[in-house]
């Protein structure tokens, strides 16, 4: 029987060679693309919001909340997702107007969607609200080659996390 | 001139042919000097019997007979992450140091972790203290060296059948199976043990066909003469002794 991850209203049942884990962060999530534009992070007095991380590989203990620290460590055949809840006031926001946990393509991913371009790597960011709660998705793939056969694996892994509503 | 023709259609033909049969000789070899080099595979192939020779009864095993199987890990960070950890069917071995706080042994250990203690072959190495419920957060935190990695989970203890702390064990990603364990007073004492436990796995025995094909014929052997896996013979000297001239019937195979 595989593994489940569960807590702070996110669950998933791990697929084969999947680890996870989840943790809750009082300040404010800032998108890959945010990131890269700034150095503050931290915002003390924010609401806690839960971040997943997901992996087919070993997560090491020290990441950031888009993968630093983890991802540098990935081969080609290595994939990381992290699923980073934002607060409520993002709701009824163009930007989270998708709804649900999306499927993915190969052609959506890209080496300058990364937060940090690292050879061979390709990346993806989506923002989604799913259960009246408002995420960004972010998936880095170890190699932009083989997008097509890792895409695959993303989606299943996808298709089994499932959101508490708020 | 259709003469010519037909003398040089009829010598490029036997050319041909004899190109044809060279190129055969050769993928025979090739695939001859492949089974020799024991398969395709990259990992030795399960332990399996023969098809008409049944399986030993409560013995039935993926990897390595002699070791117990391994678990994934479940548990918490200091810092309340909810963790779950890979150590079955992964590319990595695992080295899991079962320490608790308060156990005078596990102080090496903790030093060891704070100078950055140097994981043979690229292993991961996860720490793994009891619940909250059986040890402090509090004591951990400050004995816990900032970047390691520790686990919380009084399951995998049990689990892992851990007899004590401190203690040691390595697993095998690809088997998820326990192929080292022991105690210490540090990394550094029990370095030997987990070196060799890393090692072996990259130092694939390497069987060649015809040991396998002895092999099955010895069993084929032991079957006919009503021998099967676990019978008693071919472990021990039988119950009633046997005469000197076949003393050696009972010895272990």
Not at chain 1, 71 to 95: K, N, R, S, W
């Amino acid at each position: 029987m595989t593994p489940r991850l569960s807590g702070h209203g996110l669950d998933i049942q791990l697929p084969a060679r999947w680890e996870g884990r989840i943790y809750q962060r009082t300040a404010p999530a800032v998108s890959p693309a945010t990131a890269a534009r700034t150095a503050a992070i931290n915002s003390p007095g924010g609401q806690p919001h839960p971040v997943m991380h997901l992996a087919n590989f070993a997560l090491p203990a020290s990441r950031g909340d888009f993968g630093t620290g983890a991802v540098e460590t990935m081969g080609p055949q290595h994939i990381f997702v992290a699923v980073v809840e934002y607060a409520a006031d993002c709701l009824d926001t163009a930007l989270y107007a998708p709804r649900g946990i999306p499927t993915l393509t190969a052609a959506q991913f890209n080496p300058n969607g990364l937060q940090r371009r690292i050879v061979g790597q390709s990346g993806f960011q989506h923002f989604f609200t799913e259960g009246g709660r408002p995420f960004c998705l972010y998936v880095v793939l170890g190699s932009h080659r083989h997008a097509a056969a890792l895409c695959g694996e993303v989606n299943t892994v996808l298709g089994r996390l499932e959101v508490v509503p708020a | 001139m259709i003469a010519l023709v037909t003398v040089e259609t009829v010598v490029l033909v036997i050319l041909s042919v004899l190109v044809v049969g060279l190129l055969r000789g050769y993928a025979t070899v090739l695939s001859r000097l492949h089974e020799l080099d024991s398969g395709s595979g990259s990992a030795a192939p399960p332990f399996r019997t023969i098809p008409e020779v049944p399986e030993p009864v409560q013995q039935r095993i993926e990897g390595r007979a002699e070791w117990a199987p391994a678990h994934d890990i479940e548990g918490v960070s200091l810092t309340g992450e909810i963790i779950s950890a890979r150590t079955v069917g992964v590319e990595h071995d695992t080295v899991l140091a079962f320490l608790t706080s308060g156990c005078e042994g596990c102080a090496g250990f903790w030093q060891e972790l704070e100078k950055d203690w140097a994981v043979p072959g690229g292993s991961r190495v996860l720490v793994v203290a009891k619940g909250p419920e059986h040890d402090s957060p509090e004591q951990l935190a400050g004995l816990c060296p900032p970047g390691v990695d520790l686990v919380m989970s009084s399951q995998a203890w049990t689990d892992f059948g851990v007899p004590g702390s401190p203690y040691v064990m390595v697993v095998d990603g690809r088997t998820g199976r326990v192929k080292g364990e022991g105690s210490g007073q540090s990394f550094s004492q029990v370095g030997g043990l987990i070196a060799q436990a890393v090692g072996d796995s990259r130092r694939r025995i390497v069987k060649p066909a015809a040991d396998r094909e002895r092999e099955e014929d010895v069993d084929r052997a032991l079957l006919a003469a009503g021998i099967t896996p676990a019978d008693p013979s071919l472990y021990g000297t039988l119950p009633d002794g046997p005469s000197t001239s076949d003393a050696g019937a009972g010895r272990p195979r």
